[in-house]
């Protein structure tokens, strides 16, 4: 008889594992547990037993009873639980997380928008450069110091991964004669540290204005209104002297600090000011370089560093922020 009730603890056990929905729990309820089911059956062999023998058989059989009822009822609430999928037109839908442009990214579209609309049109060159246009072209021959403003990946003794975006200028004057209105986006690399204001990879906008009759006047003007489209209507700038083999004259271009705005804090060192870009008028010789006469055409350029551009715009302490791709900070562009 213990044996029997072992097989059928099993037996039921094994059921209520397999059952998959509320009818088949119900029909073993009766099967097993019901008032004609094989459990009650039990208790009528057990009759004719002894005293001793029904009160000890009884008890088992009353146990086993209580311990499937119990499983079963667990099995039942299961099914219970499960919610019924309505249709609910009025709730929101999911929407599906779809990103963003990179600070960057959205960074260079703004620069391109702003010079698009004055005329100029994009132009790309290739990341790997020959020495001519990367330096020669650009009046920095082999020997001059300048060449140390750019610490270059050389390929080989002619080639180079491009350090600035400059050497697009020249591609473009070698095939085009003036007007030449370009704008020229796009990666650059310097064997610098990656620290919090270097990276090897970067990005920089070269901008190339060459016709008849342009003027440092019209740089000027170009950069206040570049600045005010960027930094906002109010961002005053300053333009200081500076050097670069490829221009004369040239200058550097700094802004009224976008967190004090120029009254002075940490982030401008105290000075008011924060530097962002260089400029100035095309020298003589690049001209000459693409067979463009210097006594009939001039022209202005600008290289920025999108980078720059951004940091500044956004305050942000770290170049190596752009590049770790965490989300907590992506998140805020
Ligand atoms: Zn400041």
Known sequence: MVDQLQTLKQEVKALLART??????????????GRKGEINKLFKEIVDFSIEEKRRLGYEINQLKNELTHELDARLSIFEQKPEVKFEPLLPGKIAHIGHAHPIAQTFAQIISFFKGYGFTVEKGPEIEYDWYNFEALNIPKDHP?????????????????????PVQIRVMEKQKPPVKIICPGRCYRYDPFDASHSPVFHQVEVLYVDEGVSFGELKWTLSEFVKFIFGPKTKYVLMPSFFPFTEPSGELAISCTVCSGTGCAVCGNSGWLELLGCGMVH????????????KYSGYAIGMGVERVAMVKYVIDDIRAFYNNDMRFLEQF
């Open 20 to 33: 998959k929905d509320k009818d088949t729990l119900e029909a073993i309820r009766v099967k097993y547990l």
């Open 284 to 295: 003589p010789q690049v001209l000459k370089n693409v067979k463009i006469s210097p006594k």
């Open 146 to 166: 300048a060449r140390d403003m750019f610490s270059s990946f050389y390929i080989t003794e002619d080639l180079l991964l491009r350090s600035h975006t400059s």
